[in-house]
């Protein structure tokens, strides 16, 4: 089946730096990625749509400034939280729409830890 | 505006003993549904999910869930549980174009399985 892979899956950074997560699918082309966020104990939040060739779609209160979403190609999403604080440490998951079926890959999740 | 209602935050239940999951949704139009698994640190596996047809849907890991409309309502059954079942389950709806495109999340129902 159809994999999605995260890198890396777990991250820990001082506060003010820049953390990059890449989501990779590895067998499908994805013209769409997604990337959510899961606080602990809580449900996933969508935070953008990722497309490929253009600009990230963002969900209504998150800064897009915080969180670069780059969709260079059709197998590879990277978002990078700028200048880190605590409040941003979260568990990070991605997912890809197959270009063929629609249905939607997830990746193992990246968990950023922000000191 | 489109939500998706997951009443237990936590179950309990001895392995072999049934089980069911609930999940409610709202949303405007004919919904498309997804059950979701989640182990611990790793990403999300479907379960399975509901377009249209059949309102009883097969999933792996012998679960299966009902559509029941007039009770929006999607909830997750498996008749004997491994002890290997333990994990979050999350039931999304999609919300976007093509219902598949973005999910909206239910806040899961974690479940724990004694031996």
């Known amino acids: 089946g159809a994999v999605v892979s995260q890198h890396p899956s777990r991250v820990i950074c001082k506060s003010g730096t820049s953390v990059k997560i890449e989501c990779r699918s590895l067998?499908?082309?994805?013209?769409?990625m997604f990337w959510y966020r899961q606080f602990p104990k809580q449900s996933l939040m969508l935070m953008a749509t990722?497309?490929?060739?253009?600009?990230?779609?963002?969900e209504q209160g998150v800064e897009k400034d915080k969180f670069l979403i780059n969709h260079a190609s059709l197998t590879l999403s990277t978002l990078t939280v700028t200048s880190a604080h605590p409040e941003d440490s979260s568990f990070y998951i991605c997912?890809?729409?197959?270009?063929?079926?629609?249905?939607?890959?997830f990746g193992e999740g990246s968990r950023l830890t922000v000191l | 505006a489109q939500s998706v209602t997951q009443p237990d935050i936590h179950i309990t239940v001895s392995e072999g003993a049934s089980l069911e999951l609930r999940c409610n949704y709202s949303?405007?139009?004919?919904?498309?549904l997804f059950w979701y698994v989640q182990s611990p640190g790793q990403g999300l596996q479907l379960l399975l999910k509901?377009?249209?047809?059949?309102?009883l849907v097969q999933g792996i890991k012998g679960f299966e869930a009902e559509f029941k409309r007039s009770q929006s309502s999607f909830n997750l059954r498996k008749p004997s549980v491994h002890w290997s079942d333990a994990a979050e389950y999350f039931c999304?709806?999609?919300?976007?174009?093509?219902?598949?495109?973005?999910?909206?999340f239910g806040t899961g129902t974690r479940l724990q399985v004694f031996p």
């Open positions: 067998d499908f082309q994805a013209t769409t």
């Open positions: 949303y405007g139009a004919t919904p498309y």
């Open positions: 990722s497309n490929e060739g253009s600009k990230a779609t963002y």
């Open positions: 997912s890809a729409r197959g270009t063929r079926s629609g249905e939607l890959f």
């Open positions: 509901y377009f249209s047809g059949d309102t």
């Open positions: 999304a709806v999609g919300a976007g174009r093509g219902n598949t495109d973005k999910l909206i």
